[in-house]
T-cell receptor
Framework: GQQLNQSPQSMFIQEGEDVSMNCTSSSIFNTWLWYKQDPGEGPVLLIALYKAGELTSNGRLTAQFGITRKDSFLNISASIPSDVGIYFC??????????????FGKGTKLSVIP | SQTIHQWPATLVQPVGSPLSLECTVEGTSNPNLYWYRQAAGRGLQLLFYSVGIGQISSEVPQNLSASRPQDRQFILSSKKLLLSDSGFYLCAYSGNTIYFGEGSWLTVV
């Protein structure tokens, strides 16, 4: 089955530092997604990447869809305390039945020290 | 705009009791709907998905079932809960990608 390797598992950084996390897969995906989850809440979509090689920014967030369609990274610049949470990558395929199949990484837990 | 709601947000149920978690989507028609389960704050596992009314696909064998009685309503159920059913359950719908509800914490005691 498809698997996503997300790293690092956890990070402790100083406020103001930049953050980088990545995901790799043994399989190709059509879309790469990055979600953030705050404690006790559902994941919120941060960035969606639809084309191989695509580089997309959303405020202080930047993500890229690897050329091989098997990897992606997420960068957060100038981290702030509210960046704390768990970040998930997900690879998405659309099935023949029309539903989307997501494969999730195990998450990167980010802690920001003020 | 599209929104998704699920309830209850938290639930404590005794072993052997029934379960019903509800999810509704607004602002879209004929969405694909999903139930995920998340253990220990990580690792989302797809339980069920539905491409239309009455159409349910199960991804993993388990003690739970799902139903879609209306186009924008998705229900997760169990006749008799097990301790191992405890966890964080997430409803989701797909537009151009998948969007999640707020989640429901289930504790089986």
């Amino acid at each position: 089955g498809q698997q996503l390797n997300q790293s690092p598992q956890s990070m402790f950084i100083q406020e103001g530092e930049d953050v980088s996390m990545n995901c790799t897969s043994s399989s190709i995906f059509n879309t790469w997604l990055w979600y953030k989850q705050d404690p006790g809440e559902g994941p919120v979509l941060l960035i969606a990447l639809y084309k191989a090689g695509e580089l997309t920014s959303n405020g202080r967030l930047t993500a890229q869809f690897g050329i091989t369609r098997k990897d992606s990274f997420l960068n957060i610049s100038a981290s702030i305390p509210s960046d704390v949470g768990i970040y998930f990558c997900a690879g998405q395929l659309r099935s023949g039945a029309g539903s989307y199949q997501l494969t999730f990484g195990k998450g990167t837990k980010l802690s920001v020290i003020p | 705009s599209q929104t998704i709601h699920q309830w209850p947000a938290t639930l404590v149920q005794p072993v052997g009791s029934p379960l019903s978690l509800e999810c509704t989507v607004e602002g879209t028609s004929n969405p694909n709907l999903y139930w995920y389960r998340q253990a220990a704050g990580r690792g989302l596992q797809l339980l069920f998905y539905s491409v239309g009314i009455g159409q349910i696909s199960s991804e993993v064998p388990q003690n739970l079932s799902a139903s879609r009685p209306q186009d924008r309503q998705f229900i997760l159920s169990s006749k008799k809960l097990l301790l191992s059913d405890s966890g964080f359950y997430l409803c989701a719908y797909s537009g151009n990608t998948i969007y999640f509800g707020e989640g429901s914490w289930l504790t089986v005691v």
